[in-house]
């Protein structure tokens, strides 16, 4: 598997897991951009943006484009 799938399918992962817990009970905004540290969304949109940036950079690469 290509490392940009892998790096998608990660993302997809933490997209179903995040969907999960807003239909279990919901998503407090505060957890969402300032959670405490040891909650399940500490470091979320930090991690998912890194892998967002990272497709984006190999999507670039493989098309010889520039960002």
Avoid at 55 to 63: G, Q, R
Wanted: charged share 35%.
């Amino acid at each position: 598997m290509s490392e940009k799938r892998e790096l998608i399918e990660k993302m997809l992962k933490m997209q179903k897991d995040f969907i999960a817990q807003e239909h279990k009970g919901g998503i407090d905004p505060k957890d969402y951009f300032a959670p405490e540290d040891g909650h399940p969304l500490s470091g979320y949109r930090e991690s998912y943006a890194d892998l967002a940036t990272q497709v984006v950079d190999l999507a670039h690469e493989e098309k010889g484009s520039k960002r």
